[in-house]
């Protein structure tokens, strides 16, 4: 159908809703960042816990894909575990390793210990950030913040960073089950104040990470993390802006995201869209799903590729173009721009 | 119904093929390893390809669980990298660091360079050990081979050792796709031979675990790696042995996984068995598929979860209890025996 030209803002914001657009919008997951070479040029003198503590900085990085990448949406540049500091986590990123928390959760006590945040104190950094993105975007694209979700942010602050079976979590979920609860009640409420604040502050949409809750059988998301991440949704559903629900290789769990709430569910590409909208109802708003690696492949296999997202789209509203997980390092900028274009081109 | 007591080979063999069982057998993917205080008191001594040269040791190792836990059914002790050995691949176990291929297959010529193999010859120490656990075993319990998938050894092959995301492999497949179907072209031929030998030698059903093929969209496995998986269970089914397939993380691929062959299809903890038979069919055989984590847990939710995936099973011939993924190094032994002892009680 013919559609008069949006603005970005407008695009990203009806596709949300459900609503026709002139083009598919496509924002990407991690767009800011180390495949950039005006991010690495900053991250070659400042940490990345030093870029998010200086909103100047911080903006600069959020701003440098949508100039260079005509993507739909600007996404907050932070990191995930920065809620976790102001509760009580020694949080440090090491070379090579990721994020090391040095005082990981590991007993009631523990849970006991943390903190309520007050965002506007001790994130004001993040808020501010937020301020100074909208200001300078002057409605071009809209802002995105973002959260971890209560699962993801659980692991980092058991496992102690990063990990692959979350064998620490599930201990403590299965094993300490009260003082899980109350971790995920403690984490969900920091999340819902820390997203109201960036709503506050200027976001005009807001996304949970819950990257690592595949990792759950579907009936263990149900009783240990679906009624925490409700809450948040609850939450930010009082506030109105849209929300977006994401979590990597949650094929099996994609009616619980869809139940525990959001606008918008992320798929990765190991679910095809249209299957998505099989299980999730015709009316869904689905975002993704192109594999992140495809942005190495040949141009022919890319371009190929993203066809086929969009064809698997065809003829309904509600998609956001996006990648099924964050675009990776070494990823070649032209092909990202590559993608921009075509989603953009094909979808009109 | 009532079914007189069977012998743990018939009990096995008969679920394989979906015939009425007195119990549910049960055995779990990495049964034998590093939990097993006997098998750390070889380890002491042994590297894991020292016990794998070793037909004595590694027969040792493989009934090990036999005798200590009450399976019903043993899995020959190899590891699935052994075959890219004598391909031209210089495997090494780093300690901590898991496998380490010192020339990875990088290039077209990297790829005609590996050689087919002979497993007779270059693989008879791990058909020697089938042969001797089959006679000690003396129709005890069946004796399962078994090999690495055509996209997991491929990933090994590529990225040089364990990987996260398989970006190597990916821009491999989707960059050299020609070298790529030769790679995995050889790579079945050599998994093809290489059960074959088992079989010979005395290995009573095979399985393949194609462990990461989960990283794949459904579009990218069809076309990429299916045609390879079904070479190997065509080859297979000549055989005439049963054969069972599984990958972690394969929710979005169950259909295809079955499409490309195997009596039994493995589930990982993600997708509930019943979910299993309403995609799969009422006469598929499904393997699987309590989560390795809950071996940690208290023995009341142990005992819960165990309850649940018999469960869904109840009223269905067709099912072998097992681990979602292997057993992880830690598990306490007594839990692993008690879900042993508790799946034959509950579905006696």
Known sequence: MAVMEQTQTARFLRAVRGESVDVTPVWFMRQAGRYLPEYRAIRSRLSLLEICARPEVAAEVTLQPVTRLGVDAAILFADILLPLVPMGLRLEFQAGEGPVIHNPVRSPADVA????IEPRESLAGVLETVRLVRGALAGRVPLLGFAGGPFTLASYAIEGGSSRQFLATKRFMYGETRAWHRLLRRLSDAVSEYLVAQIEAGAEAVQVFDSWVGALSPADYTQYVLPHSRRIFER???VGVPTLHFGVGTGALLELLQQAGG???GLDWRVPLDEGWRRLGPHARLQGNLDPALLFAPRAE?????????????????HIFNVGHGILPGTPVDAVRAVVDLVHQLSA
């Open 302 to 318: 890319l371009e190929r590729q993203v066809r086929s997202v969009l064809a698997q789209a065809e003829g309904r509203t509600g």
């Open 113 to 116: 210990a943390l903190r309520p």
């Open 236 to 238: 930010l559903r009082a």
């Open 263 to 265: 606008d918008v569910i």
